[in-house]
């Protein structure tokens, strides 16, 4: 009886792994787009004549080429009220550097790039951001007491709508963490603004300890850029759940006027920033 069974557990083995298919998915693949990352940032100790636009195209999911940088491309920024065009030198590897520009708070600039017979437009205005009271650390003041945690307070300008941007990153780490905030709720107050990490093995995070250093940039953003940048915040911080609404291509400000759907992926923008760094003690 024994080895009957064993046949019969022997030929259910033959029979379902012989009615595994290999399926082909085809997916679709859409032509390369032109993308624009311009982030011009003010760094509010400095003097921001020193900027770089990068050009690069887009590349299929699956194409193990990730990087296709952009040359031979026309960049150019313009002062919208003083006209003064600041023209952006082709650095023959995708990206396009200036020495002279000449940031102003409030100004609204007009970025121009011109590539393979297409004119691709966005316009921005140069937003400022607070000083930085005081960064400090604390176990609790985040979601976990026993967790540490670094954070940062700023006085927000009364009677403004303000909207913010910060970006976390651990030394070492690969990528950095994003936090965007509106002073809705806190117009002309101290706000204060907390970054921990959990202990997840499923991703190689530790938590917080002595001697970990944080690099800290405070951004002063648009509305349109908040908009844009919290949509795309969602859309990374929902990647793998699947109860998540699907993701669908974010369109940035660069538009092609004279053939819009042949937009470019990307954004304009113009910030000052407050750079700083914490080392736990």
Known sequence: MTTYFKHIAILLIIILT????????????????????ASLDWEKSGFGNEQVVKLSQSTAFFDTNTLSPVTGAFVKVTNDTSNVEFIFEDQNDGTYAILTFVPILDQSYTLEVNYNGETYIAQETLTSVPDINSIYQSTTDGFDDEVLEVNVLFDDPADIENFYLFRFQERGDL???????????????????????????????????????????????????????????????????????????????????????????????????VEASYTFL
């Open 18 to 37: 012989s009615c595994t298919d290999v399926i082909d998915v085809d997916v679709p693949v859409a032509p390369p787009r032109l993308v624009i990352e």
């Open 175 to 273: 990528l950095p963490e994003l936090l965007d905030i509106p002073d809705e709720f806190t117009d002309g107050n101290e706000m204060r603004v907390f970054y921990e990490k959990e202990e997840d093995t499923d991703i190689n995070q530790k938590e917080f300890e002595t001697g970990d250093i944080v690099d800290i940039n405070f951004y002063g953003i648009s509305e349109r850029y908040f908009n844009y940048i919290r949509l795309l915040i969602e859309q990374y911080g929902s990647s793998g759940d699947p109860f998540s609404s699907a993701p669908v291509p974010l369109r940035g400000n660069c538009t092609n006027p004279t053939n819009p759907d042949n937009y470019a992926f990307g954004y304009f923008r113009l910030t000052q920033v």
